[in-house]
């Protein structure tokens, strides 16, 4: 009998358990970010440190002192703790979509409360790009959460296991991949809802980044790169 209501016990604990992102969301009510001031404003909250300053566990996790060491010595990152990463960044698409996802993420993930410190390297003008897309599509009567955030920065350790070319704009934190779902509300993911991402994002980029179309696919790639580039292959 003992056993029975131990396990019953254990049931009504996990239906009870709440969800950290839902718990997170109750007691920190956010209004989505729908300006680059307001972009600007999220960003404000987090010390920035250098990268002469990291961590050197974290230098040498990432290999951040090798072949691109030269590069980012000149970037500043953001350090996030813990729950810091559910607060919206791009309309309601969170930090979280934006990290890399690597040990130091799925250590954070585990326990939000524990603060499990992360290094988040981000250029705004990607943001920027990507909360443009989103204004867009609604003001064009599209879904304007229609597409998931894949990834966007890759560390060099990140980028190599993922396949990245080996000098990706995600080692900057300069792009984001995105993967189309129903952007016109037809009911159905098809390539015309990629075609419609495509078509903005074409004016949005212009001469000042990158795009990947990736035909076959539901994936575009778009980053800040500071001048023209455009690809079709993953």
Partial sequence: MKKYAAIVL??????????????????????????HAG????????????????????KEYTNSNGKFKSSLKKESFYVLQG????????GEYRIRNFVTTDAYYSKNEEDYAKNIEQFWLVDKKMLYMMLDLVLRLDEDGYNKYGFVVRESHRHPTYNEKKGGASSSQHIWGKAVDIVIEDINNDGEKTQADKTIVLDIMEEIVGNK?????????????FDCRGHRARWDKM
């Fill in 10 to 35: 254990a049931l009504i604990l996990l239906s009870c358990k709440t969800d950290p992102i839902e718990k997170f969301d109750v007691e920190n009510p956010q209004e989505p970010v729908l300006t």
């Fill in 39 to 58: 972009i600007d404003s999220v960003l404000a909250e987090f010390e920035q440190v250098d990268f002469a300053d990291l961590d050197d566990d974290y």
């Fill in 83 to 90: 729950d810091d990463v559910l607060k919206y960044i791009v």
């Fill in 209 to 221: 980044g990158g795009l990947g179309r990736y035909p076959g696919s539901m994936t575009v790639h």
